[in-house]
């Protein structure tokens, strides 16, 4: 299984990104889902989750700016960020708990830098 995240880049405070995580390759099914982020010199901390049937949760710091969603038909996951901040700043990764029909595993993309400038 493969994730691939996007959506990334430099925006202001204030403004919104967007970013997708595209899951790929043996996938028998995906269950539970997650974006997660890492700031410089701090450890990889939970932004969101989102179960199959679109139960989400969030971190307080991210409560009523951010929206996890999911689509089960494309094995792709959302984040939509708004009103973004500079600590916002950080790699985000996404997390995806899958069975490939042969093993059920916690699978992590690559990351996707965020950056929010003030």
């Known amino acids: 299984v493969q994730l691939q995240a996007s959506g990334g880049g430099l925006v202001q405070a204030g403004g919104s990104l967007r970013l997708s995580c595209a899951a790929s390759g043996t996938i028998f099914s995906i269950h539970d889902m997650g974006w997660y982020r890492q700031a410089p010199g701090k450890q990889r901390d939970l932004v969101a989750t989102i179960t199959t049937g679109g139960s989400t949760n969030y971190a307080d710091s991210v409560k009523g700016r951010f929206t996890i969603s999911r689509d089960n038909a494309k094995n792709t996951m959302y984040l939509q960020m708004n009103s973004l901040k500079p600590e916002d700043t950080a790699v985000y990764y996404c997390?995806?708990?899958?069975?490939?029909?042969?093993?059920?595993?916690?699978?992590w993309g690559q990351g996707t830098q965020v950056t929010v400038s003030s």
């Open positions: 997390n995806a708990d899958a069975f490939t029909g042969f093993k059920r595993d916690y699978y």
